[in-house]
């Protein structure tokens, strides 16, 4: 039950809705008395033969109003109650997406997407079970039961009801009894469920060796054999419950019998007549829902707190890249420069970067070349602050990164990410990512810019065709342009290629280079790159190797030295000579 | 089309898939009719309760009338009764639950088979998650529609007219009267039905929406957060978030207008028309107060059932999507090429294991040929390496070899037969895959050499592993041959996969062996012991090699350069470099220099 307490700052926030709710469900509960009284009455009525047509006309009015009333409440209760779990579930989700934005990389590095998506729909759904069925249950049943059992004992007679009433503690011990068996075979089912999707995963991710070996006779046998297992389980399951229905209706059965055969008993002695007699087992016909419910009620609040705990312990990461103590908020400008000492990523000890120092002047253009896993992303990311530096500090305009708000530094640059990454959204859309608000000529400008325009033309929409998953499918070469068009826009005084010509042919590379240095002069660039061919014409170029600045200089510069840079450049000739079946380009 | 027309085109195709499942339940007609019987018999005890505290009210209480043995002999029925009713309504539930597991094992077996008779490019094209929760998912909801859908509605059918015979048996007339609730329930069914329909589909829409919009941006965190766009994905999920909340208030607002509510209304309604029937009847003549409890009683329980049947109408609707989805698999028809189906005596067999390509061109899409005109011989016993740039159409020419692929123009001959002729049995035998990433399943190391061979004993498995160089390492394990292998065998090095898949095709005795050699680094020593073994496997074997390091294949007696889809080289080693092409440069580029560019590029 703590998860009622856990979820208080809701129920205090939604203070008057809850207690409206709960006030209206009381109300319904006590209404609910009528009827039964009302029947009882008339027999009683009937029985004396004192019943007149006024009598009947009245009792059957009162019936009338009451069910209106009591409609009109079921209605209010349930909008206010169950509307209210929405909302929190609206809020838990709202939270949860507000918190997820603020999150660096590193924490996406260490949780899977699925995960987080799980906690955001299933334990979201979970806690909102709690705050509907777990609080109607709580109510409801506690309510219902305390005013029919005050009833029955105070307006019908006290010994009646503790007769009848003998066979139902017998009967919560049996249903929970067979609620814990449930549970341990549910489990047992459940695992089974588990065996045949993981037998199906590795069927699909198999099916060429299953082809080319023959096996799917034998694997569908096997999957007949796991599914046989999953029956088997299953009617384990349905054995006990197919159990809970007639326990109880025996029960009930006896207790009727019990109030039936004792009020009999009455009747003859006077104590009671028989239209008191019928109200009375009306009355223990409204108790079976509370009662049952109150075991339900554990499991839900179970499942709820379970949730919950992990709900809170995901919105209580800790957020690790933040604005430092008196960051102004200024969009940096000017000459970069690195002074790193050694750079290590969080919860590792082996530096991945070393003694990077080197200043690029406002309007250059930067190379950075290496192997994959010299840390050419990493140098890169440290600028966009994805990551914090550890030993050593990076400065644009002479001011440290860090004294600027992340908003503001981040404002002056524009990055292309390695990997490409769109959004299921229009095409103009995508490249207007950055700024919403921009108009269709500019989207076309950065489009043109990135060498993409005449491809986006083609596209049956042009720029309104959608991409992703139910949209066109387009080549890695045109994403990474339309990821370009889109750092463009921006217009920022930074832009940082991370490696973001890979999949477009040399012709079309030269073709943005060129547009980027007429259009970007007294910009800065700074291109990671395994082509060397995309970093010819910088300003400066750095060739990392494990983690360090082997050489630095212009490409000529790099030439004439005949090392590292001269060697991997004479390679990439002979590469685009294989790539090209042999022949000269 | 208008939305009446697509309303109704969907009401009827909805029909015709509750239809198809229920075919499904043609099998165990005797089961269900035994079901039947037992539900008939326990309903029959359950409305006879409150017809004996009816004869014990009228015929002993009123009149205060208590002999001992009737009385003792009424209250023993009464017991009795619950008994039975509660013995026959457990057998019951459990044979329409065995029965309804048993179909949907069928369904699921029924789609797997289908599943594995599909052909590669089906797989290429549909993504492995929606095609597991298919064959899983998918029938877990039509396995809810059975057993519980079903069930509810069939078990609270009887119910309802149970206990309507037996109002009938009390108050002929007053029953009579009652049946006008029929059509209103019906009607209140049938408008909560429709409404909640349209809701249900606009809050699963909304929720899938919102479930893209989340997976989206923790993907794509990092570009929101580069090009400092959080406050405005959060006012879009924002959006989203609020959208599917309305959806779902909407839903509320039909469920509590609706359903309990409004059923509990009707129950007060009849309760006011039974009562004044009663009153004023009595106003003339004396009314058995035992038929007014009776019909009291049974009035209470009467309108249960329907709420539970009301409250499972949606996963009736859930149950029928996930059918559809389930049903078009089972429709799919990119088969898988079939072989020859002739008896094993008419099919070829592979004796010698020469093979021939013949002009062969083929394409994926139909569009763009992947391989244009390759034609060559691997005569029994030879070696050929295929050798080119990624997407030069090497892999091709193994998927077409395998036959997972059906070729368009051209034709594979083996051993004088045309490919089409073999037996798919005879060829899976007599060709042996080794793929590039190999695949280990759970279960132990027997179990990934032999696969589903049961003529394949525990002797042959260890002398496929030791020809392999696999032994050594495998008797290191703890369990040695069983040990268990995990998921995607994570606990093995690559290395030591390779060496296990080679067992596996090993274990075959194959006469023609195709290797798609692996691109992963393995250390040192696995590697000599990869070399080695894949030395001895091709010794006596046709084989067809994809080579990405030259060096495994300067033996190879043909050597075939692809590129763009075409053999644009062919030759041995030696040939190969003394005609200075491509194979040439590729060597050059493999040796690790840059520095002999200038020999390269003047060649």
Known sequence: ?585 | MNEYESNTRQGRSDRGVLMRLLRYMRPYRQPLVGAFIMLGIATATDVLGPIIIKVFIDRYLQPRYFPRAPLLLLAGAYVGLLCITAIFNYLQVIAFQKTALKIIQTIRVEVFRKVQGLGLSFFDRTPAGSLVSRITNDTEAIQDLFMSVLSTFVQNIFLLIGIYISMFFLSARLAALCLILAPIIVLIMHVYRVLSTRIYHLSRQRLSLLNAKLNESLQGMYVIQAMRQERRLRREFGEINEGYRQARLRNIHVNALLLRPLIDVLYMVTLMVVLSFFGYQSLHVRVEIGVLYAFVNYLERFFEPINNMMVRLNSFQQAIVASTRVFELMDETTLAPIGNLETASSAPLVTEGRIEFRNVTFSYDGRTDVLRSISFVAESGQTVALVGHTGSGKSTIINLLMRFYEIDQGEIIIDGSSLQAFATPELRRRIGLVLQDPFLFVGDIRHNVRLGNTDISDADIEAAAQFVQADAFIRKLPNAYEEKVAERGAKFSAGQRQLLSFARTIALQPKVLVLDEATASVDTETEEAIQEALRKMRKGRTTIAIAHRLSTIQDADLILVLHQGEIVERGNHQELLTQRGLYHKMYLLQQGTGLRRTEAVQA
């Open chain 1, 1 to 585: 039950m703590r998860v009622f307490l856990d979820l208080m700052w809701f129920f205090k926030m939604h203070k008057l809705r809850y207690l409206a709710g709960i006030t209206l469900l009381m109300l319904v509960a006590i209404l609910s008395l009528i009827p039964p009284h009302a029947v009882g009455v008339i027999i009683d009525d009937m029985q004396a033969k004192t019943l007149t047509s006024g009598v009947l006309v009245y009792w059957v009015l009162v019936l009338g109003a009451t069910a209106a009333i009591i409609y009109v409440l079921r209605y209010l209760w349930r909008i206010l109650l169950f509307g209210a779990a929405m909302q929190l579930a609206a809020l838990l989700r709202e939270r949860l997406y507000q918190h997820f934005t603020k999150l660096s990389p590193q924490f996406y590095h260490q949780n899977r997407i699925g995960d987080l998506m799980a906690h955001s729909t299933n334990d979201v759904q979970a806690i909102e079970q709690t705050a509907t069925d777990g609080v109607l249950t709580l109510v409801d049943s506690i309510t219902t039961g305390v005013v029919v059992i005050a009833t029955m004992a105070s307006t019908i007679s006290w010994k009646l009801t503790l007769i009848a009433l003998i066979p139902m503690p017998l009967m919560a011990l049996a249903t929970a009894h067979y609620g814990k068996l449930m549970h341990e075979r549910f489990h047992k089912a459940q695992a089974a469920f588990a065996d045949i999707t993981e037998k199906t995963q590795e069927n699909i991710a198999g099916v060429r060796v299953i082809k080319a070996f023959g096996q799917e006779d034998v694997e569908t046998q096997s999957f007949a054999d796991l599914s046989l297992d999953v029956v088997q389980k299953n009617i384990a399951v349905a054995r006990i419950d197919a159990l809970f229905d007639p326990t109880i209706s025996l029960f009930v059965g006896v207790s009727y019998l019990l109030s039936v055969g004792f009020g009999a008993y009455f009747v003859t002695r006077g104590a009671m007549n028989i239209g008191s007699l019928t109200t009375f087992t009306l009355y223990l016909g409204q108790l079976i829902w509370p009662m049952l419910a109150f075991g339900w009620l554990f499991n839900i609040v179970e499942r709820g707190r379970a949730s919950n705990d992990r709900v809170r312990t995901l919105l209580a990461v800790k957020e690790d890249i933040v604005n430092r103590d008196g960051a102004i908020d200024r969009v940096p400008t000017g000459d970069i420069s690195y002074d790193l000492h050694t750079f290590t990523y969080p919860h590792t000890t082996t530096p991945v970067l070393r003694d990077i120092h080197f200043d690029l002047a406002k309007g250059q253009t930067l190379g950075i070349v290496g192997r994959t896993g010299t840390g050419k992303t990493t140098l890169l990311k440290l600028l966009l602050r994805e990551f914090d530096c550890t030993d050593g500090d990076i400065s644009i305009g002479g001011d440290s990164i860090y004294r600027v708000t992340l908003d503001a530094l981040r404002g002056a640059i524009a990055y292309v990410p390695q990997d490409h990454f769109l959004f299921s959204a229009s095409i103009a859309n995508n490249i207007a990512f950055a700024r919403a608000t921009a108009q269709m000529p500019e989207i076309q400008q950065a489009a043109k810019m990135a060498v993409i325009h005449d491809d986006i033309v083609r596209f049956p929409e042009g720029y309104a065709t959608l991409v992703g998953e139910r949209g066109v499918t387009l080549s890695g070469g045109q994403k990474q342009r339309l990821s370009i068009a889109r750092a463009l826009l921006m217009e920022a005084e930074i832009l940082i290629l991370d490696d973001s010509l890979s999949a477009v042919d040399a012709k079309t590379e030269s073709m943005i280079l060129e547009a980027l240095r007429q259009e970007r002069r007294n910009k800065t660039t700074l291109i990671a790159t395994h082509r060397l061919s995309a970093v010819e014409q910088a300003d400066l170029i750095l060739v990392l190797e494990d983690g360090q600045i082997a050489e630095r200089g212009t490409h000529d510069e790099l030439m004439r030295q005949g090392g590292l840079y001269a060697a991997m450049y004479e390679r990439q000739q002979l590469e685009v000579l294989v790539e090209h079946g042999g022949v000269s380009a």
